[in-house]
């Protein structure tokens, strides 16, 4: 049932399954080591961290204004929208066509 527990445990660190795939560690030392200190060891805590870190920019998104956003762009768009009508494309006018233009 362990082996489970395990499986279950490294799913929730993505990283564990970096240090195999770069040969720091095997499969069966860290489920060795798992077994015998428990997830709560501090050989976990590197990798758990990383996992925080990203957890806590989860976090951050999770709380962001999206009304309070969305009002932001809408003011950008507006003073956008204003400095647009300030630069003015020359548009050839069809007075200054001569014979050969057309």
Do not use: C
């Not at 590197?46 to 999770?62: C, E, G, H, R």
């Not at 003011?75 to 050969?100: A, C, M």
């Amino acid at each position: 049932m362990q082996i489970d527990e395990f499986k279950a445990f490294v799913k929730t660190i993505p990283a564990i399954r970096e240090e195999v795939v770069k040969g720091h560690y095997t499969w069966q030392q860290l489920y060795e080591f798992y077994v015998l200190y428990g997830e709560d060891d501090k050989m976990w805590e590197p990798y758990k961290k990383n996992k925080n870190d990203f957890t806590a920019i989860l976090d951050i998104l999770k709380n962001v204004d999206l009304d309070a956003l969305s009002k932001s762009f809408e003011g950008l768009q507006k003073i956008l929208d204003i400095v647009s009508t300030f630069v003015v494309k020359e548009q050839p006018s069809s007075q200054n066509r001569q014979w050969y233009d057309d």
